[in-house]
């Protein structure tokens, strides 16, 4: 029986292994792979930062809702933020739920004062 040390504990652990028996780490490179990372491609803190697999309506929803306390941009963040969520909702491989949910939300919350500015000036 050949007896190979283990890379991850150098533990002696059979040649054919496919997970090592002292330290319990996957030796087979497929099943090492699923393990850790089901999303090889994507990094998560790179997502954090690039819009990786967003949609560009829920970018667009992120600045509007930075922007809606301007007031005149509140109705297009509710608005976008509404339509990204929708579209996330269609397709669940889509990302930036988070964005385009701030978007409707921070547009909701200042589309009501920008409606009673508009009907304070047209009286
Ligand atoms: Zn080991």
Known sequence: MSEVPCPYCAEPIKQAARKCRHCGEFL???????????????????KALVPVGRTPLSIAAGYLGLLSPLLCFAPFALAVGILAIAEIRRDSSKGG???AIFGAVMGGLFTIPFVALLVMRMR
């Open 97 to 99: 739920l988070g964005r």
């Open 28 to 46: 087979d490179e497929e099943l090492a792979r699923q393990r850790r990372s089901p999303e090889p491609e994507y990094d998560p803190a790179l």
